[in-house]
């Protein structure tokens, strides 16, 4: 006589299903923390990132107005001379014109070239360059207009600087007189600073090189007479360095 086999109940079925399903849900928890912690360590991961290229964004631009500052202290001090030394023209007591160069710094300046026209009818436009060594620390140069004269025949070399003459100088050469109230037209000074680098003032302001005179007239000027250098008050102390 063959005895049937029998399966495992339903009951026993739904028994293993039910003891099973705590083992999966372990696993899907598991696989959720996880998950989590992966995503956790992305978020962290680029917020370090973000945080660096911030700082990175930061450390350049700083280091940047960094350097803007130094090279503008550095050009502050290169200036530092040529910004004492100014040009400008007034009017004396009895109405003559004159034309002054100051230089209020410590140190002297070298190789002034003062370039200006003048311009009257006779003789036209006379352009005047006039060359002198140095000046003093804490000096002012006063070009009168009564020390102006004209070359009445021009020189081939009418382009070169001239230093000024003393009337010894002048006897013997052709030279016409202005009214000493004259104007010192489009006037400018170049020099040289303590460093040796080239300056210019030119309509008040401060620029590299040398000064020259834009358009060629008819004659040159010759200042006859050395012009008067005084000190200053009030001198401003750069340092000297």
């Known amino acids: 006589m063959r005895l049937a086999r ?3 109940g339903p009951s026993r079925v739904r028994a293993r299903e039910r003891a099973d399903e705590p083992e999966a849900s372990s696993r899907l928890g598991g696989l959720n923390l996880l998950a989590l912690g992966a995503a956790v360590t992305i978020v962290a991961s680029l917020g370090g990132l973000v945080t660096t290229g911030i700082g990175t964004i930061w450390s350049a631009r700083v280091s940047a107005d960094q350097l803007a500052q130094s090279r503008e202290q550095a050009e502050e001090k290169q200036r530092e001379q040529a910004a004492r030394v100014s040009l ?3 009017v004396g007591p009895k109405g003559e014109s004159r034309l002054h160069v100051m230089n ?3 140190d002297p300046v070298s190789n002034l070239h003062i370039v200006f026209l003048v311009s009257e009818d006779p003789p036209g436009d006379v352009a005047f360059r006039v060359a002198l060594p140095a000046l003093p620390p804490c000096s ?3 070009i009168e207009g009564k020390t102006l004269k004209y070359v009445e025949d021009d020189p081939e070399n009418q382009n ?3 230093v000024p003459w003393l009337e010894a100088e002048a006897k013997g050469v052709d030279l016409g007189d202005f009214e000493d109230s004259v104007g010192f037209l489009k006037a400018s000074v ?3 600073d303590r460093n040796g680098a080239y300056w210019a003032r030119v309509d008040g302001a401060l620029t590299r090189g040398d000064v020259s005179i834009d358009r ?3 004659r040159h000027g010759q200042v006859v007479g050395w012009p008067q250098v005084k000190l200053v008050d009030n001198c ?3 340092g000297g360095n």
Do not use: I
Request: zero cysteines; a negative charge.
């Open 190 to 192: 170049g020099f040289q």
């Open 6 to 8: 029998h399966g495992p």
């Open 160 to 162: 070169e600087y001239w």
């Open 104 to 106: 209020r710094s410590p």
């Open 216 to 218: 060629t007239p008819a």
């Open 88 to 90: 400008w023209e007034d």
């Open 140 to 142: 002012a140069l006063t």
């Open 236 to 238: 401003g102390d750069d």
